[in-house]
Protein backbone atom coordinates (compact mmCIF):
# COMPACT_ATOMS: atom_id res chain seq x y z
CA UNK A 1 0.00 0.00 0.00
CA UNK A 2 1.15 3.41 -0.78
CA UNK A 3 1.90 6.09 1.59
CA UNK A 4 -0.88 8.76 1.93
CA UNK A 5 -1.79 12.22 2.31
CA UNK A 6 -3.48 11.02 5.26
CA UNK A 7 -0.62 9.51 6.96
CA UNK A 8 1.45 12.33 6.43
CA UNK A 9 -0.94 14.51 7.81
CA UNK A 10 -1.34 12.22 10.42
CA UNK A 11 2.35 12.10 10.98
CA UNK A 12 2.82 16.02 11.21
CA UNK A 13 -0.07 15.98 13.25
CA UNK A 14 0.85 13.67 15.95
CA UNK A 15 4.08 14.92 15.76
CA UNK A 16 2.92 18.45 16.57
CA UNK A 17 1.11 17.28 19.66
CA UNK A 18 4.39 15.25 20.92
CA UNK A 19 2.32 12.01 20.48
CA UNK A 20 5.22 10.02 19.92
CA UNK A 21 3.10 6.66 20.32
CA UNK A 22 1.09 8.02 17.00
CA UNK A 23 4.65 9.16 16.00
CA UNK A 24 5.70 5.63 15.84
CA UNK A 25 2.84 3.93 14.49
CA UNK A 26 2.22 5.67 11.53
CA UNK A 27 6.30 5.87 10.73
CA UNK A 28 6.32 2.26 10.88
CA UNK A 29 3.32 2.32 8.53
CA UNK A 30 4.67 4.26 6.10
CA UNK A 31 8.25 2.05 6.31
CA UNK A 32 6.12 -1.00 5.83
CA UNK A 33 4.59 0.93 2.57
CA UNK A 34 8.12 1.78 0.65
CA UNK A 35 9.31 0.28 -1.85
CA UNK A 36 12.63 1.21 -0.88
CA UNK A 37 14.06 -1.57 1.44
CA UNK A 38 16.98 0.94 2.38
CA UNK A 39 14.84 3.97 3.15
CA UNK A 40 12.46 1.68 4.62
CA UNK A 41 14.89 0.22 7.38
CA UNK A 42 16.66 3.55 7.76
CA UNK A 43 13.15 4.76 8.76
CA UNK A 44 12.47 1.87 11.20
CA UNK A 45 15.82 2.42 13.16
CA UNK A 46 15.08 5.81 12.98
CA UNK A 47 12.07 5.17 15.01
CA UNK A 48 13.60 2.94 17.81
CA UNK A 49 16.38 4.58 18.21
CA UNK A 50 14.58 8.05 18.84
CA UNK A 51 12.20 6.15 21.04
CA UNK A 52 12.36 8.34 24.22
CA UNK A 53 12.93 12.15 23.52
CA UNK A 54 9.90 12.51 26.12
CA UNK A 55 11.88 14.96 28.65
CA UNK A 56 11.89 17.61 26.61
CA UNK A 57 8.66 17.63 25.12
CA UNK A 58 6.83 18.31 28.96
CA UNK A 59 5.06 14.83 27.93
CA UNK A 60 7.14 13.29 31.00
CA UNK A 61 5.53 15.46 33.70
CA UNK A 62 2.17 12.98 33.04
CA UNK A 63 4.45 10.15 34.43
CA UNK A 64 3.18 8.82 37.57
CA UNK A 65 6.02 10.21 40.51
CA UNK A 66 6.34 9.17 43.91
CA UNK A 67 4.22 11.94 45.98
CA UNK A 68 7.20 12.50 48.68
CA UNK A 69 9.73 11.94 46.71
CA UNK A 70 8.77 13.28 43.00
CA UNK A 71 10.74 9.91 41.30
CA UNK A 72 9.46 8.34 38.77
CA UNK A 73 7.47 5.27 38.75
CA UNK A 74 7.19 4.47 35.32
CA UNK A 75 9.92 5.07 33.02
CA UNK A 76 9.60 5.11 29.72
CA UNK A 77 12.19 2.63 27.59
CA UNK A 78 12.87 2.73 23.98
CA UNK A 79 12.71 -0.17 21.71
CA UNK A 80 15.90 -2.80 21.82
CA UNK A 81 18.11 -2.53 18.53
CA UNK A 82 19.41 -5.96 18.97
CA UNK A 83 17.47 -8.93 17.91
CA UNK A 84 16.30 -11.71 20.78
CA UNK A 85 17.53 -15.22 20.24
CA UNK A 86 14.72 -17.57 21.66
CA UNK A 87 14.36 -21.57 21.98
CA UNK A 88 11.82 -22.65 19.55
CA UNK A 89 9.69 -23.64 22.51
CA UNK A 90 9.62 -19.81 23.73
CA UNK A 91 9.34 -18.50 20.37
CA UNK A 92 6.34 -20.06 20.01
CA UNK A 93 4.60 -18.77 22.86
CA UNK A 94 5.63 -15.37 22.29
CA UNK A 95 3.91 -15.37 18.91
CA UNK A 96 0.78 -16.94 19.65
CA UNK A 97 0.76 -14.14 22.81
CA UNK A 98 1.28 -11.51 20.04
CA UNK A 99 -1.17 -13.04 17.59
CA UNK A 100 -3.61 -13.22 20.55
CA UNK A 101 -3.03 -9.11 21.56
CA UNK A 102 -3.33 -8.48 17.37
CA UNK A 103 -7.30 -10.21 17.25
CA UNK A 104 -7.97 -9.35 21.29
CA UNK A 105 -11.39 -7.83 19.50
CA UNK A 106 -12.24 -10.87 17.28
CA UNK A 107 -11.70 -12.96 20.27
CA UNK A 108 -13.60 -11.28 22.70
CA UNK A 109 -16.50 -11.47 20.19
CA UNK A 110 -16.69 -14.75 20.35
CA UNK A 111 -16.26 -15.08 24.22
CA UNK A 112 -12.54 -16.29 23.98
CA UNK A 113 -10.95 -12.77 25.52
CA UNK A 114 -8.24 -13.66 27.84
CA UNK A 115 -6.03 -11.70 29.86
CA UNK A 116 -3.26 -10.46 27.84
CA UNK A 117 -0.67 -10.88 30.34
CA UNK A 118 2.89 -12.70 29.86
CA UNK A 119 5.41 -13.32 32.70
CA UNK A 120 8.93 -13.72 32.01
CA UNK A 121 11.12 -15.78 34.08
CA UNK A 122 14.65 -16.91 34.51
CA UNK A 123 18.10 -15.91 35.69
CA UNK A 124 19.83 -12.18 35.57
CA UNK A 125 20.68 -11.72 32.10
CA UNK A 126 18.80 -13.99 29.95
CA UNK A 127 17.16 -11.92 28.45
CA UNK A 128 13.53 -10.44 30.14
CA UNK A 129 13.92 -7.15 29.96
CA UNK A 130 15.24 -7.50 25.78
CA UNK A 131 12.00 -9.35 25.25
CA UNK A 132 9.52 -7.02 27.06
CA UNK A 133 11.63 -4.38 24.56
CA UNK A 134 10.58 -6.72 21.57
CA UNK A 135 7.33 -7.42 22.86
CA UNK A 136 6.45 -4.01 23.00
CA UNK A 137 7.86 -3.11 19.42
CA UNK A 138 6.27 -5.52 17.71
CA UNK A 139 2.86 -3.89 18.57
CA UNK A 140 4.18 -0.96 18.06
CA UNK A 141 3.43 0.17 21.52
CA UNK A 142 5.53 2.37 23.94
CA UNK A 143 7.21 0.39 26.88
CA UNK A 144 6.69 1.84 30.48
CA UNK A 145 8.77 0.07 32.92
CA UNK A 146 7.98 -0.40 36.29
CA UNK A 147 10.73 -1.15 38.80
CA UNK A 148 8.93 -2.98 41.35
CA UNK A 149 11.80 -3.22 43.76
CA UNK A 150 12.41 0.74 43.59
CA UNK A 151 8.58 1.35 44.15
CA UNK A 152 8.48 -0.85 47.23
CA UNK A 153 11.86 0.77 48.48
CA UNK A 154 11.65 2.96 51.42
CA UNK A 155 12.96 5.93 49.93
CA UNK A 156 9.29 6.27 48.42
CA UNK A 157 5.72 6.99 50.39
CA UNK A 158 3.17 5.21 49.94
CA UNK A 159 3.87 2.13 48.44
CA UNK A 160 -0.06 1.20 47.61
CA UNK A 161 -0.73 4.38 46.84
CA UNK A 162 2.13 4.20 44.46
CA UNK A 163 0.96 0.74 42.60
CA UNK A 164 -2.49 2.52 41.90
CA UNK A 165 -1.11 5.32 40.51
CA UNK A 166 1.05 2.77 37.90
CA UNK A 167 -2.16 0.90 37.06
CA UNK A 168 -4.57 4.33 37.21
CA UNK A 169 -2.06 5.99 34.63
CA UNK A 170 -1.29 2.46 31.77
CA UNK A 171 -4.42 1.65 30.49
CA UNK A 172 -5.43 5.15 28.93
CA UNK A 173 -2.13 5.14 27.14
CA UNK A 174 -2.46 1.60 25.13
CA UNK A 175 0.99 0.97 26.21
CA UNK A 176 2.94 -2.06 27.75
CA UNK A 177 3.52 -2.03 30.98
CA UNK A 178 6.54 -3.87 31.71
CA UNK A 179 6.64 -4.77 35.69
CA UNK A 180 9.84 -5.83 36.31
CA UNK A 181 11.50 -7.54 39.57
CA UNK A 182 7.79 -8.85 40.53
CA UNK A 183 9.81 -11.05 43.35
CA UNK A 184 10.30 -7.84 45.31
CA UNK A 185 6.40 -8.25 46.29
CA UNK A 186 6.98 -11.98 47.83
CA UNK A 187 10.37 -10.08 49.77
CA UNK A 188 8.52 -7.31 51.33
CA UNK A 189 7.76 -10.03 54.20
CA UNK A 190 11.24 -10.39 55.07
CA UNK A 191 12.34 -6.89 55.91
CA UNK A 192 11.23 -3.68 57.11
CA UNK A 193 7.48 -4.46 56.52
CA UNK A 194 5.23 -6.30 58.35
CA UNK A 195 2.82 -9.38 57.11
CA UNK A 196 -0.02 -6.97 57.32
CA UNK A 197 1.62 -4.88 54.66
CA UNK A 198 2.97 -7.68 52.67
CA UNK A 199 -1.12 -8.59 52.18
CA UNK A 200 -1.42 -5.26 51.37
CA UNK A 201 0.95 -4.71 48.70
CA UNK A 202 -0.11 -8.02 46.96
CA UNK A 203 -3.64 -7.08 47.18
CA UNK A 204 -2.94 -4.03 45.28
CA UNK A 205 -1.15 -5.07 42.52
CA UNK A 206 -3.70 -8.32 42.37
CA UNK A 207 -6.62 -5.26 42.62
CA UNK A 208 -4.31 -2.86 39.95
CA UNK A 209 -3.87 -5.94 37.29
CA UNK A 210 -7.67 -6.95 37.53
CA UNK A 211 -8.83 -3.28 37.11
CA UNK A 212 -7.05 -3.01 33.88
CA UNK A 213 -9.35 -3.21 30.25
CA UNK A 214 -9.48 -6.41 28.31
CA UNK A 215 -6.67 -5.11 25.65
CA UNK A 216 -4.35 -3.88 28.30
CA UNK A 217 -1.17 -6.25 27.60
CA UNK A 218 1.06 -6.44 31.21
CA UNK A 219 4.57 -8.28 30.99
CA UNK A 220 6.00 -9.65 34.31
CA UNK A 221 9.65 -10.33 34.95
CA UNK A 222 10.72 -12.49 37.96
CA UNK A 223 14.20 -14.16 38.74
CA UNK A 224 12.34 -16.02 41.46
CA UNK A 225 8.96 -17.58 40.47
CA UNK A 226 8.39 -19.61 43.09
CA UNK A 227 8.42 -16.88 45.13
CA UNK A 228 5.50 -15.33 43.22
CA UNK A 229 2.00 -14.92 45.32
CA UNK A 230 0.11 -17.87 43.60
CA UNK A 231 -3.09 -15.50 42.80
CA UNK A 232 -0.81 -13.14 41.01
CA UNK A 233 0.73 -16.51 39.31
CA UNK A 234 -2.59 -16.75 37.99
CA UNK A 235 -3.15 -13.75 36.69
CA UNK A 236 -0.62 -14.46 33.83
CA UNK A 237 -2.39 -16.94 31.33
CA UNK A 238 1.05 -17.19 29.06
CA UNK A 239 4.34 -18.18 30.67
CA UNK A 240 7.83 -18.10 29.31
CA UNK A 241 10.53 -19.88 31.48
CA UNK A 242 13.41 -18.36 29.58
CA UNK A 243 16.27 -20.19 31.61
CA UNK A 244 19.69 -20.59 30.55
CA UNK A 245 19.83 -20.59 26.55
CA UNK A 246 20.35 -24.01 24.91
CA UNK A 247 23.04 -24.86 22.42
CA UNK A 248 21.27 -23.30 19.26
CA UNK A 249 20.18 -20.40 20.67
CA UNK A 250 24.13 -19.90 22.71
CA UNK A 251 25.20 -20.29 18.88
CA UNK A 252 22.35 -18.13 17.31
CA UNK A 253 23.87 -14.95 20.42
CA UNK A 254 27.49 -16.01 19.48
CA UNK A 255 26.79 -15.61 15.72
CA UNK A 256 25.43 -12.56 16.13
CA UNK A 257 27.30 -10.51 18.51
CA UNK A 258 30.80 -12.18 17.78
CA UNK A 259 30.53 -13.18 14.01
CA UNK A 260 27.94 -10.40 12.59
CA UNK A 261 29.33 -9.42 9.49
CA UNK A 262 32.44 -11.62 9.29
CA UNK A 263 32.87 -14.19 6.35
CA UNK A 264 34.32 -17.85 6.12
CA UNK A 265 34.29 -20.45 8.66
CA UNK A 266 33.58 -19.50 12.21
CA UNK A 267 33.95 -21.91 15.42
CA UNK A 268 30.17 -21.38 16.28
CA UNK A 269 29.81 -24.99 17.19
CA UNK A 270 32.75 -24.89 19.42
CA UNK A 271 31.45 -21.92 21.47
CA UNK A 272 27.74 -22.49 21.43
CA UNK A 273 29.38 -26.14 23.39
CA UNK A 274 31.35 -24.81 25.51
CA UNK A 275 29.45 -22.17 26.97
CA UNK A 276 26.75 -24.22 28.42
CA UNK A 277 25.71 -22.89 31.37
CA UNK A 278 26.05 -19.00 30.71
CA UNK A 279 23.61 -16.48 29.82
CA UNK A 280 23.05 -14.07 27.07
CA UNK A 281 24.27 -11.27 28.93
CA UNK A 282 27.48 -13.55 29.35
CA UNK A 283 27.84 -14.35 25.99
CA UNK A 284 27.58 -10.64 24.64
CA UNK A 285 29.81 -9.36 26.82
CA UNK A 286 32.38 -11.51 25.90
CA UNK A 287 31.88 -10.91 22.07
CA UNK A 288 32.02 -7.62 22.55
CA UNK A 289 35.09 -7.29 24.30
CA UNK A 290 36.64 -9.57 21.91
CA UNK A 291 35.49 -7.76 19.06
CA UNK A 292 36.83 -4.43 20.44
CA UNK A 293 40.12 -6.07 20.96
CA UNK A 294 39.91 -7.12 17.44
CA UNK A 295 38.83 -3.43 16.32
CA UNK A 296 41.64 -1.66 18.21
CA UNK A 297 44.53 -4.25 17.66
CA UNK A 298 43.51 -3.95 13.56
CA UNK A 299 43.20 -8.37 13.66
CA UNK A 300 40.99 -10.27 13.52
CA UNK A 301 38.97 -11.93 16.18
CA UNK A 302 41.14 -14.14 18.88
CA UNK A 303 38.51 -17.35 18.98
CA UNK A 304 40.87 -18.94 21.11
CA UNK A 305 40.82 -16.11 23.53
CA UNK A 306 37.31 -16.05 23.81
CA UNK A 307 36.99 -19.82 24.15
CA UNK A 308 39.21 -19.59 27.32
CA UNK A 309 37.24 -16.81 29.03
CA UNK A 310 34.25 -18.49 28.35
CA UNK A 311 36.15 -21.63 29.97
CA UNK A 312 37.11 -19.43 32.64
CA UNK A 313 33.46 -17.74 32.79
CA UNK A 314 31.87 -21.53 33.37
CA UNK A 315 33.75 -21.23 36.97
CA UNK A 316 31.53 -18.51 38.30
CA UNK A 317 33.14 -15.16 37.59
CA UNK A 318 32.72 -12.97 34.48
CA UNK A 319 36.02 -12.97 32.90
CA UNK A 320 36.52 -11.62 29.62
CA UNK A 321 38.93 -12.87 27.10
CA UNK A 322 42.39 -11.40 27.20
CA UNK A 323 44.42 -9.28 25.03
CA UNK A 324 47.50 -11.60 24.95
CA UNK A 325 45.47 -14.60 23.94
CA UNK A 326 45.48 -17.87 25.34
CA UNK A 327 49.02 -17.95 27.50
CA UNK A 328 51.80 -19.97 27.21
CA UNK A 329 51.02 -20.97 30.86
CA UNK A 330 47.32 -22.07 29.94
CA UNK A 331 47.25 -23.96 26.52
CA UNK A 332 47.90 -27.49 27.52
CA UNK A 333 44.66 -26.81 30.03
CA UNK A 334 42.92 -25.21 27.47
CA UNK A 335 44.01 -28.55 25.02
CA UNK A 336 42.93 -30.80 27.55
CA UNK A 337 39.60 -29.11 28.45
CA UNK A 338 38.85 -28.82 24.85
CA UNK A 339 39.30 -32.24 23.91
CA UNK A 340 37.05 -33.62 26.94
CA UNK A 341 34.11 -31.77 25.48
CA UNK A 342 34.62 -34.01 22.26
CA UNK A 343 36.55 -31.11 20.20
CA UNK A 344 38.80 -32.25 17.15
CA UNK A 345 42.52 -31.49 17.55
CA UNK A 346 42.74 -30.01 14.18
CA UNK A 347 40.29 -27.15 15.47
CA UNK A 348 41.64 -27.05 19.15
CA UNK A 349 45.19 -26.20 16.92
CA UNK A 350 43.51 -23.90 15.12
CA UNK A 351 41.96 -21.82 18.41
CA UNK A 352 45.46 -21.58 19.41
CA UNK A 353 47.27 -20.63 16.29
CA UNK A 354 49.48 -24.00 17.31
CA UNK A 355 50.60 -26.72 15.28
CA UNK A 356 48.76 -30.21 15.57
CA UNK A 357 51.36 -32.26 16.84
CA UNK A 358 51.65 -29.50 19.42
CA UNK A 359 48.10 -30.23 20.52
CA UNK A 360 48.90 -33.89 20.32
CA UNK A 361 51.60 -33.06 22.59
CA UNK A 362 49.35 -31.27 25.34
CA UNK A 363 47.43 -34.05 25.22
CA UNK A 364 49.33 -36.62 25.70
CA UNK A 365 50.73 -34.55 28.65
CA UNK A 366 54.30 -33.78 27.49
CA UNK A 367 55.14 -30.30 29.78
CA UNK A 368 57.74 -29.74 26.71
CA UNK A 369 55.89 -29.34 24.06
CA UNK A 370 57.37 -26.97 21.07
CA UNK A 371 55.46 -24.21 20.07
N1 LIG B 1 18.20 -14.59 24.53
C1 LIG B 1 18.93 -13.51 24.23
N2 LIG B 1 19.02 -13.09 22.94
C2 LIG B 1 19.75 -12.02 22.61
N3 LIG B 1 20.43 -11.27 23.49
C3 LIG B 1 20.38 -11.63 24.79
C4 LIG B 1 19.63 -12.75 25.23
N4 LIG B 1 19.74 -12.85 26.56
C5 LIG B 1 20.53 -11.83 26.95
N5 LIG B 1 20.92 -11.09 25.89
C6 LIG B 1 21.79 -9.91 25.94
O1 LIG B 1 22.02 -9.58 27.29
C7 LIG B 1 21.51 -8.28 27.59
C8 LIG B 1 20.90 -8.27 28.99
O2 LIG B 1 19.69 -9.01 29.00
P1 LIG B 1 18.42 -8.54 29.80
O3 LIG B 1 17.25 -8.52 28.89
O4 LIG B 1 18.69 -7.26 30.53
O5 LIG B 1 18.30 -9.73 30.84
P2 LIG B 1 17.34 -9.84 32.12
O6 LIG B 1 16.31 -8.77 32.04
O7 LIG B 1 16.78 -11.22 32.00
O8 LIG B 1 18.26 -9.71 33.30
C9 LIG B 1 20.50 -8.00 26.52
O9 LIG B 1 20.35 -6.63 26.29
C10 LIG B 1 21.10 -8.71 25.31
O10 LIG B 1 22.04 -7.90 24.67
MG1 LIG C 1 15.98 -7.21 33.35
Known sequence: MPVTNDDL??????????????????????????DDETAARSLRTLIRR?????????????????????????????????????????????????????????????????????????????????????????????????????VISS????????????????PAREAVLFIDEMDAVAKVRDDRHELGELKRVVNTVIQGLDSLDDRAVVLGATNHPQLLDPAIWRRFPYKIDLGLPDTDTRA?????????????????????????????????????????????????????????????????????PSRQGVAADDRKEFALRLNGASVRPAEIARLLGVSKPTVGAYLKGSEHAAG
Open 252 to 320: AIWRHFLFEGADGAQPLQVLAAVSEGLSGADIQNIALSARRHAALGGGSIDAGAVVWAVLRTREGQLTL
Open 9 to 34: LELVDAALAADYTRVRRVGSKIANSL
Open 155 to 170: LLGDTAKNIRSIFDFV
Open 50 to 150: KGVPLRASGYAESLPVDGKSRLPLIEEQPWPTTPVFLSDANGAVVSSFLEDVRNADLLASKGLATRLSMLLAGPPGTGKTLLAGHVAAQLGRPLYTVRLDS
